[in-house]
C-alpha cells in the first residue's frame, strides 16, 4: 500500500521546498507499527500522561513540491493522506536527518529535519485502521 500525504513544518514560513511525505505500507511495516502501538499502550497503561513515543526510522520519503503530479497534489491537498499506485523510491526523496516514526494509541506518523536546517517537517496522521489495511495487501507482480 502506497500512501501519500501532506508534509508539514513546524515553521509556517519555511518548508525547505518539501510538502509531501511517502510511505510504502508493506506488512512487515505495518507489523512493526501495529508492535510499537502495542508497546506504547502497555506503557501507556503504567503513565497515563504519555502521549507518543518516538523511533529512529527511515520508512518515510520526503518530497519536494514540484516532485509531486499537479493531479495527486490536489488530491492530497484535499484529502491529506490519499492511496497511490505509484511507487517512490527512498533516492527521489530530499536529504533528511533524523528520521523518526512517531506512534501513538490509534495512530502513527513520520518525521525528519530537513538537511541544513532547523525545522522539522511532519507527515499526516496514518489511522489505525489503514495500517491494518496493509496487513491484506499482496505484493504486486512487476
Not at 503513565?47 to 519536494?64: H, K, N
Not at 516532485?67 to 505509484?86: H, P
Not at 489511522?127 to 491494518?132: G, K, L
Request: aromatic fraction near 8%; proline fraction near 2%.
Amino acid at each position: 500500500m502506497n500512501l501519500l500525504m501532506r508534509g508539514h513544518s513546524s515553521n509556517s514560513d519555511y518548508d525547505a521546498d518539501l510538502g509531501y511525505v511517502f510511505v510504502e505500507m508493506t506488512p512487515t511495516l505495518a507489523r512493526l507499527i501495529l508492535r510499537r502501538m502495542a508497546a506504547f499502550k502497555a506503557m501507556k497503561k503504567k503513565d497515563r500522561r504519555a502521549v507518543e513515543a518516538y523511533f529512529w526510522d527511515g520508512s518515510a520519503v520526503y518530497l519536494r513540491h514540484e516532485q509531486v503530479a499537479e493531479r495527486l497534489a490536489a488530491e492530497v491537498n484535499s484529502d491529506l493522506l490519499i492511496e497511490t499506485k505509484k511507487h517512490i523510491d527512498y533516492r527521489d526523496g530530499a536529504n533528511v536527518e533524523c528520521d523518526q516514526m512517531v506512534v501513538g494509541e490509534a495512530t502513527v506518523h513520520f518525521t525528519a529535519f530537513p538537511k541544513h536546517s532547523d525545522i522539522y517537517i511532519t507527515s499526516e496522521a496514518i489511522p489505525e485502521a489503514t495500517i491494518r489495511a496493509a496487513l491484506k495487501t499482496k505484493k504486486r507482480k512487476a
